[in-house]
């Protein structure tokens, strides 16, 4: 007797690279765990800076230049993510499993046609 397996549902419209996105689709941005952990680290430091800058009284081209030597010395640096692999076609910072701020790895792998199955539109 042959066993029945699954397979990746490639038509579904929340198929994206072999997970599952239903959940974000549903909510864009709800699940902040989803959001790659780099990119948030890099919003609160650049919320950091800027209440910094605002203490200091910096105008905004003097807090902009600082800002943006500060972002050139963190690109440089080890992004501190266990999973993260160069090569990505985003910005900073540009990992292969980063798409659009979330990380891919982060959402379950999709397990085959579901009840959330909904079929991808051809455009």
Request: one cysteine or more; a negative charge; glycine letters at 10%.
């Amino acid at each position: 007797m042959s066993k029945v397996v699954r397979l990746p549902a490639f038509t579904c419209a929340h198929f994206l690279a072999g997970r599952c996105f239903y959940e974000e689709h549903l909510n864009p941005g709800y699940d902040q765990w989803l959001q790659c952990s780099v990119v948030l680290k890099l919003h609160a430091m650049y919320d950091s800076f800027l209440d910094q800058a605002d203490a200091f009284g910096l105008g905004e081209s003097q807090a902009r230049g600082m800002w943006e030597r500060r972002f050139l010395e963190l690109c440089r640096h080890d992004t501190g993510c266990q999973d993260y692999e160069p090569g990505g076609n985003e910005g900073f910072p540009n990992c292969v499993h980063g798409m659009d701020g979330l990380c891919v790895l982060r959402f379950p792998e999709c397990a085959g046609r579901c009840r959330n199955y909904s079929l991808k539109h051809r455009g």
